[in-house]
């Protein structure tokens, strides 16, 4: 259970396991003690340098006529194909505030966060995706240091074919699917049968 009477600027882990001033750092790869899989850690003093899941927080943002709010990506990976303002969550941030400050930060967006429209997993990259359904407060959106150029897109004019990744995809399905809906569990990745008959609304 989390310690509440611990002072904003302070982990309650920080510099409990640092390596000392004689160590070489984490280096080796091997079982710790207790563990059932490999952590990179320092032969040294123990020191174990976790790798774990990261968090990615986005929305799908739409203005009051149903336009979508997409962002054309000014970095790799996948420059130059369209996506949801998200990305990775910062440390004592919610995922809330997350969503919004990407939409801020790639479209000079301001929403206003709904409800959590799905959870994905995405193993192979080791991250969990938490993408948002939010209004925006204004039409009015530019492009971020991380874009090339955004827009407001009707159903009909999202550019299927240039979106930069699966979950993308995923989630603006989801949003049309629950259009007047606001009583849904989150969404999941998606079964065969749901991608198969996506692909045949296309």
Same mark, same amino acid.
């Given at each position: 259970?989390?310690?509440?009477?611990?002072?904003?600027? &302070? +982990?309650?882990?920080?510099?409990?396991?640092?390596?000392?001033?004689?160590?070489?750092?984490?280096?080796?790869?091997?079982?710790?003690?207790?563990?059932?899989?490999?952590?990179?850690?320092?032969?040294?003093?123990?020191?174990?340098?976790?790798?774990?899941?990261?968090?990615?927080?986005?929305?799908?943002? #739409?203005?009051?006529?149903?336009?979508?709010?997409?962002?054309?990506?000014?970095?790799?990976?996948?420059?130059?194909?369209? #996506?949801?303002?998200?990305?990775?969550?910062?440390?004592?941030?919610?995922?809330?505030?997350?969503?919004?400050?990407?939409?801020?930060?790639?479209?000079?967006?301001?929403?206003?966060?709904?409800?959590?429209?799905?959870?994905?997993?995405?193993?192979?990259? +080791?991250?969990?995706?938490?993408?948002?359904?939010?209004?925006?407060?204004?039409?009015?959106?530019?492009?971020?240091?991380? +874009?090339?150029?955004?827009?407001?897109?009707?159903?009909?004019?999202?550019?299927?074919?240039?979106?930069?990744?699966?979950?993308?995809?995923?989630?603006?399905?989801?949003?049309?699917?629950?259009?007047?809906? +606001?009583?849904?569990?989150?969404?999941?990745?998606?079964?065969?049968?749901?991608?198969?008959?996506?692909? &045949?609304?296309?």
């Amino acid at each position: 259970m989390p310690d509440d009477t611990l002072p904003d600027d &302070k +982990s309650p882990d920080i510099g409990k396991y640092d390596c000392g001033p004689n160590c070489g750092g984490p280096r080796v790869r091997a079982i710790p003690p207790g563990e059932d899989r490999e952590r990179l850690l320092c032969p040294d003093c123990g020191y174990i340098a976790y790798q774990n899941p990261l968090i990615v927080v986005g929305a799908v943002a #739409t203005w009051e006529d149903g336009r979508i709010l997409l962002c054309r990506r000014a970095i790799e990976p996948r420059k130059g194909y369209w #996506t949801l303002p998200a990305g990775y969550m910062e440390e004592r941030e919610s995922t809330r505030d997350g969503a919004a400050r990407e939409a801020w930060e790639e479209a000079r967006a301001r929403i206003d966060i709904d409800h959590l429209l799905a959870i994905y997993d995405i193993p192979r990259i +080791s991250q969990v995706q938490m993408i948002f359904r939010a209004r925006l407060l204004s039409p009015d959106v530019e492009p971020g240091p991380e +874009s090339l150029e955004v827009g407001l897109f009707e159903w009909k004019d999202i550019p299927w074919n240039e979106l930069a990744f699966p979950t993308v995809v995923w989630a603006l399905r989801e949003h049309h699917e629950r259009l007047g809906r +606001s009583d849904c569990a989150p969404a999941v990745n998606p079964t065969p049968d749901a991608l198969a008959r996506w692909e &045949k609304m296309l």
